[in-house]
């Protein structure tokens, strides 16, 4: 019959169990939460006052109960989040029938699973530092779960040294084993919930609503000095259709393939995007190579060929001068359409524009030159627009966004009849000087005005630029007005956070870059720096079970070795045993060295005397207060040369 556990194996458990399920606490029903906690309390409180269990009817009741409650909460049972409610329901009506010390022994291996769900979430170092921590103290739980009157202090060596063993085998499986495209979890419709960016869509508050997140879109490493602020516009979704309040993608009749000509030599640099669950890639304003696996649009959209759902990293040039060809007839007509019975006040400015212009350009130089001086203002926190959205931004509230500035300025283009789209994307970004990176976060997202011009293409206007110049000269905290809410880490004012906040991210690039980056294609660069340009899941498998072999081999003989005796008077002590041995006088396993002596004596009484100087000679070595090194010569001799 398996023994109850002890108290203080109980406690490690329990800090093992907090550790594992604290990180899932925001996003588990209230319920299970309490339950968990009452659930860990009572058995502590059990432990502590040698209480009974609760009846098993109980514990069934309780079982309906949950699972009745989780469908209720998701509507299914399966999935990652029913699934991880289920593991944690299923945890805490485990613990509450651990009475010996198989079942906590089961609940550990409970809690190695649910320590594994926090990674569906959340890959970055913090969680990787926990989840460590996690398995030290359930490891540790574990052994003394084996030795109940063992320290616990010594269980948490026990606990360190077998997981500091299991590192070589982690770093085996890390570069060798299969890499497979996608997530860690990837199968629910809801593996990819909770992921920010750009929208399919772009209506008055959508991009300004972003703007106040600072989590990172993408970071951008460049082959040489990196271009100056303004000319950072990195392009993203482009929106043709307009419904008098929300811009779309549209349909674009016969839009050709994409043609420009570079007016600047190319600048050269790697992208790193963070997951989105979009098929867009950004890229800076005018993409000159598509990356594998992508496509370049008419528009010049750069489209992965999947959702980017996982990190990202691909090479990249970019002109950023240009001048575009093509352009279609039916494109152009698109370009110009507007829908009807909207903004009455911006048709006749616009009108009044095109009557009064000798050219396009001189058009759109009167609409920049009205953006810079109507007073506009800048905010995260744009008032409503009605239903003639422009008008209501133009000639009343004067207070908005990037959306805002670019799609009053898009209609107002159009109508005056020059072809107009919305480019939506990111605009600036910051560098870190520790890594050398430009971090672009969603605070950065911007949209901007192409217009077509005749021997120009479409040529980019920015009216955010004209109105308030410091968004784009100095960033977002430089542009809103003060007392506005900001990102908490792109608060100018903090720069002992800044500081701190560079290194931190330059540190998470690094584990992004090689350990969370370590896909499929890096998989094949190492398999082709080691000679094996073609390899397959047979070869894989070859190469892991020949390296995970030879490790296992080499802690074998490390321990073997770790298992002879390492004191050289008991090695001679040994010797003289076996000597005696063979002569048929063998020592008992549980016989001491006088005792051992004194039989032998009996038994070989010509080497009395030899048998009795060298056992006391090695009780002094072995247990004397002090080791004589000289008397470990002394005995070797004596043994050497001992005859029976």
């Known amino acids: 019959m398996n023994p109850a556990p002890t108290l203080a194996n109980l406690l490690v458990l329990g800090v093992g169990i907090l550790l594992a399920a604290a990180p899932h606490v925001a996003r588990l029903p209230w319920w299970v939460s309490a339950l968990a906690l009452g659930a860990l309390g009572w058995r502590a409180w059990a432990a502590w006052r040698n209480e009974r269990m609760p009846r098993r009817w109980l514990l069934y009741a309780l079982v ?24 944690v329901l299923f945890l805490a009506l485990k613990l509450l029938e651990t009475r010996t010390q198989r079942d906590v022994i089961i609940v550990t291996f409970l809690c190695y699973f649910l320590s594994l769900t926090n990674f569906f979430y959340s890959q970055t170092i913090p969680t990787g530092i926990l989840m460590a921590a996690t398995v030290l103290v359930l490891t540790a739980a574990l052994v003394g779960f084996s030795g109940p009157t063992r320290p616990v202090a010594r269980n948490f060596r026990t606990a360190g040294m077998l997981l500091a063993q299991g590192i070589p085998v982690m770093l085996i499986l890390f570069l060798f084993f299969p890499r497979v495209p996608g997530p860690l979890w990837g199968m629910p419709s809801d593996a990819y919930s909770g992921m920010t960016g750009l929208s399919e869509s772009m209506s008055p508050g959508d991009i300004s609503a972003l703007s106040q997140s600072d989590a990172i879109a993408f970071r951008v490493k460049f082959d040489g000095a990196p271009p100056p602020k ?20 549209g349909s674009v009749p016969n839009p050709g393939d994409p043609q420009f000509d570079p007016l600047s030599p190319p600048v050269t640099y790697s992208v790193t995007v963070e997951p989105h669950n979009r098929p867009w890639l950004f890229a800076l304003d005018l993409p000159g190579r598509v990356p594998p696996g992508a496509q370049l649009t008419a528009d010049f959209q750069l489209h992965a060929r999947r959702p980017v759902r996982t990190r990202l990293r ?20 698109a370009a110009r359409a507007l829908p009807s019975g909207f903004n009455p006040k911006a048709l006749a400015l616009a009108g ?10 001189e058009i759109v130089l009167r609409a920049v030159d009205f953006f810079r001086r109507a007073g506009f203002g800048y905010t995260l926190s744009p008032p409503p627009l009605g239903h003639d959205s422009v008008d209501d931004f133009i000639f009343g509230t004067k207070r908005g966004f990037c959306e805002h500035f670019s799609s009053a300025f898009a209609y107002l283009m159009r109508a005056a009849g020059i072809p107009a789209r919305v480019v939506t994307g990111y605009q600036g970004g910051e ?22 011009l ?26 809103v007005p003060r007392g506005e809410p900001l990102p908490f880490l792109t608060r100018p004012e903090l720069t002992w956070l800044r500081t701190l906040r560079f290194n931190w991210e330059a540190l998470a690039n690094y584990w992004n870059q090689w350990v969370l980056g370590y896909n499929p294609e890096r998989q094949r660069g190492l398999f082709n720096r080691l000679g094996m340009p ?17 490790v296992t081999v080499a802690f074998a ?13 008991h090695a001679i002590w040994l010797t003289f045993c076996a000597k005696l041995a063979r002569r048929g006088t063998a020592r008992g396993a549980a016989e001491g060295p006088r005792n051992f002596a004194d039989r032998a004596a009996l038994a070989h009484p010509r080497a009395a005397a030899r048998i009795r100087a060298i056992a006391s000679l090695y009780i002094d070595l072995r247990y004397g207060p002090e080791r004589d090194h000289g008397g470990v010569a002394r005995l070797r001799a004596l043994v050497r040369g001992f005859r029976a």
């Open 431 to 452: 560098i870190n000087p520790v890594d050398g990176y430009i971090t672009v976060r969603q605070a950065d997202a911007h949209a901007w005005v192409e217009v077509w």
């Open 352 to 361: 009044q524009w095109a009557r009064g212009a000798g050219s396009d350009e």
């Open 534 to 550: 073609d390899t397959t899941w047979q070869t894989m498998a070859q190469m892991l079970f020949w390296a995970v072999g030879a």
């Open 230 to 249: 303004k000319a950072l516009y990195w392009r993203g979704p482009v929106f043709w259709e307009f419904d008098g309040r929300s811009w779309r993608p």
């Open 454 to 479: 005749a021997g120009r293409g479409w040529t980019r206007v920015d009216p955010t630029a004209a109105a308030v110049p410091l968004r784009i000269e100095s960033g977002l905290a430089a542009a």
């Open 557 to 569: 003989l490390w321990l073997l070795r770790k298992a002879r005796p390492r004191d050289a008077a």
């Open 314 to 333: 691909y090479d990249m040039s970019s002109f950023l001068e240009y001048r575009t060809a093509g352009g279609s007839a039916e494109a152009l007509a």
């Open 64 to 87: 309906v109960f949950g699972i009745g409650a989780v469908f209720l909460s998701y509507r299914t049972l399966f999935g990652r989040d029913a699934g991880i409610t289920m593991l």
